[in-house]
């Protein structure tokens, strides 16, 4: 079984930054593709980043290209969501997700409040 466990979401005033951490428990996290998702109050949640087994490429939601960066520390088991020049309507709660071979495992999700 694969846990995910997001931390470091907060309160932050537009155009501030902050850096999200999901850990991972669990066997072959360098297996996993891993990807970040968000939800808004009373939206779907969609897509943000996401970056492969080995961090060779990732991938971004147009809304977020050049002011988010995902990564990863397999070593630690830790994918990370960089995220620069926030904007207000960067605001939701923050999910972490891995994917292999059809299964999905989600974290229980992180807020990021962006204050205009």
């Known amino acids: 079984q694969v846990q995910l466990v997001e931390s470091g979401g907060g309160l932050v005033q537009a155009g501030g930054s902050l850096r999200l951490s999901c850990a991972v428990s669990?066997?072959?996290?360098?297996?996993?593709?891993m990807g970040w998702f968000r939800q808004a109050p009373g939206k779907e949640r969609d897509f943000v980043a996401a970056?492969?087994?080995?961090?060779?490429?990732?991938y971004y939601a147009d809304s977020v290209k050049g002011r988010f960066t995902v990564s990863r520390d397999n070593a630690k088991n830790t994918v990370y969501l960089q995220m620069d020049s926030l904007k207000p309507e960067d605001t939701a709660v923050y999910y972490c997700?891995?994917?292999?071979?059809?299964?999905?495992?989600w974290g229980q999700g992180t807020q990021v409040t962006v204050s205009s």
């Open positions: 970056i492969i087994w080995n961090g060779a490429r990732t």
């Open positions: 669990g066997r072959a996290f360098s297996n996993y593709a």
């Open positions: 997700n891995a994917a292999r071979l059809g299964l999905d495992y």
